[in-house]
């Protein structure tokens, strides 16, 4: 069973940094690719970075990229997006997401089983 809890959300002002974990109480994290999505305030949940099952390969939409680093540390069972930089544009309710079947980083909601409830980053200017 997976069940994601991510943390570490909160109100930055911009140029800030935050870094959020993603925790599973269930199965090990090490079975799953992993990624990070975003929602912004009245917008669709977009993808924000992936990381495959073994950590050696990861993906940034080019809106962050340069700012957020994705990582995993399977030992702990948990994920991490380091954020710097931040800029308004930025917040947004903040989901982790794992897929157990693929071994690329899929960058679509739907191509995600399992989903946490969220953590709300605000970047005030």
């Known amino acids: 069973q997976v069940q994601l809890v991510e943390s570490g959300g909160g109100l930055v002002q911009a140029g800030g940094s935050l870094r959020l974990s993603c925790a599973n109480s269930?199965?090990?994290?090490?079975?799953?690719?992993m990624a990070w999505f975003r929602q912004p305030p009245g917008k669709e949940r977009e993808f924000v970075a992936g990381i495959i099952r073994g950590g050696g390969i990861t993906k940034h939409a080019d809106s962050v990229k340069g700012r957020f680093t994705i990582s995993r540390d399977n030992a702990k069972n948990t994920l991490y997006l380091q954020m710097n930089s931040l800029k308004p544009d930025d917040t947004a309710v903040y989901y982790c997401?794992?897929?157990?079947?693929?071994?690329?980083?899929?960058?679509?909601?739907?191509?995600?089983?399992?989903w946490g409830q969220g953590t709300q980053v605000t970047v005030s200017s």
């Open positions: 997401a794992a897929n157990q079947y693929f071994s690329i980083v899929a960058t679509a909601t739907s191509d995600y089983d399992y």
């Open positions: 269930g199965r090990t994290l090490s079975s799953y690719a």
